[in-house]
Structure formats: structure tokens, C-alpha cells
T-cell receptor, first 111, second 117 residues
Framework: LAKTTQPISMDSYEGQEVNITCSHNNIATNDYITWYQQFPSQGPRFIIQGYKTKVTNEVASLFIPADRKSSTLSLPRVSLSDTAVYYCLVGDTEGYSTLTFGKGTMLLVSP | NAGVTQTPKFQVLKTGQSMTLQCAQDMNHNSMYWYRQDPGMGLRLIYYSASEGTTDKGEVPNGYNVSRLNKREFSLRLESAAPSQTSVYFC????????????????FGEGSRLTVL
């Protein structure tokens, strides 16, 4: 079953680029990779989804290497409001367990 | 634009009491999900419904029952609440059906904070 591994926490400063990497060694062929952001006392919010190579939207980029065993969420020029928990979620062709979010990465952005 | 609405937002129960958490979405989504989140933990899937009339167990279904009343509504019931069920419960919905690899965007409600004494 595809299981994800992320760093527990990361620190950054305003204006810096932040890269959060997720490891998913057993990702299934048809699985997509999705990243979510969660603020305290709120439900997670979708950031970006991709299958391979690079995907970019107005808030982030997602880099996926050819072997798809990992992915990197890139947040350009973070601000204090980007302080949150970030979750990597991998597809679900292997069953419901891949719809379970891991513990995520707590990103703390300081002035 | 209501999205996913959960009720109640807060609830305190005594051990052994029963209650139902309600969830409704107005986006005409096929799939709906119930998660629980405990302090310092990620979200764990309790039950999900791929479409109206179908429900399936997730990672932690024990102690819970669900009903997909119609396409809009998906309720979670605790028949005999236990302190271990103290948690924040999130309902989510998605346009896509599970099992296809592409989950699509999951839209979450604001959560229901449940305390069982």
C-alpha cells in the first residue's frame, strides 16, 4: 500500500522559497499525488495535484520525478500566513487506506 | 457558496450516549467521506461513500455507523459514545469516485468537535 513519509516540521522566514518533500515508494501506477494545507481549527484545503513531471498553479508548484517515488511541494516567497500543516496524499487505487492523511509537515514561517 | 456544511460544530456527550453528526454538500459531488483528527495526528478515514446508496469502511470504522441519505447528505452516528471517540470530525466530498487513483479535490467542512466524558 502506498504510504507517505514527510518531515515532521520545517522552519522558514518570510520571502523565502520552501520545498517540502514527500516520499511514497510504493505508489501505484494510476495514483495521483495531492497536497493539502490545514490551519488550526479548519478543515484541510486543496493546494495542488499532479501525476508526473511538474504542475504549477497560482499558489504552488509540484515536482514529481520520473520514478514517482517522491514529490516536492514548492511554495514561492512564503509569508506568515503560510504557517500551517501540509499533507501529502497519494491516490487510492490500492484502497481506502491511501485516503488517510499522514501526520503532515508543520511549517512555521517567521518574520 | 456553502460547500460542505457540518452540524453540530461542538458537542459534549456522556459515555454511552448516542448522537449523529450531519453533513451536507451542495456541489452535486458523488463521493463523501468522514474523517477524525486527534491532537498531533493526521486525519484518519472512518467511512466513505462512493455514491448514493453505498458506504464502505475506512481505516477506523469501529464504533461508528453511517448513512448516505441522498446525494447531498452523509451522516455519522455514534451509537454508544466512548471517551476514545473524543476528536474533531471532518466531513469531505469529492466530484470523483474513490478507487480511480485520481481523488480530485476533496472539499472539507469546518469540523465538529466532540468531547465524550
Amino acid at each position: 500500500l502506498a504510504k507517505t513519509t514527510q518531515p515532521i516540521s520545517m522552519d522558514s522566514y518570510e520571502g523565502q522559497e520552501v520545498n517540502i518533500t514527500c516520499s511514497h515508494n510504493n505508489i501505484a501506477t494510476n495514483d495521483y499525488i495531492t497536497w493539502y494545507q490545514q490551519f488550526p481549527s479548519q478543515g484541510p484545503r486543496f493546494i495542488i495535484q499532479g501525476y508526473k513531471t511538474k504542475v504549477t498553479n497560482e499558489v504552488a508548484s509540484l515536482f514529481i520525478p520520473a520514478d514517482r517515488k517522491s514529490s516536492t511541494l514548492s511554495l514561492p516567497r512564503v509569508s506568515l500566513s503560510d504557517t500551517a500543516v501540509y499533507y501529502c496524499l497519494v491516490g487510492d487505487t490500492e484502497g481506502y487506506s491511501t485516503l488517510t492523511f499522514g501526520k503532515g509537515t508543520m511549517l512555521l514561517v517567521s518574520p | 457558496n456553502a460547500g460542505v456544511t457540518q452540524t453540530p460544530k461542538f458537542q459534549v456527550l456522556k459515555t454511552g450516549q448516542s448522537m449523529t453528526l450531519q453533513c451536507a454538500q451542495d456541489m452535486n459531488h458523488n463521493s463523501m467521506y468522514w474523517y477524525r483528527q486527534d491532537p498531533g495526528m493526521g486525519l484518519r478515514l472512518i467511512y466513505y461513500s462512493a455514491s448514493e446508496g453505498t458506504t464502505d469502511k475506512g481505516e477506523v470504522p469501529n464504533g461508528y455507523n453511517v448513512s448516505r441519505l441522498n446525494k447531498r447528505e452523509f451522516s455519522l452516528r455514534l451509537e454508544s459514545a466512548a471517551p476514545s471517540q473524543t476528536s474533531v470530525y471532518f466531513c469531505a466530498s469529492s466530484r470523483l469516485e474513490p478507487g480511480q487513483g485520481e481523488t480530485g479535490e476533496l472539499f472539507f467542512g469546518e469540523g465538529s468537535r466532540l468531547t465524550v466524558l
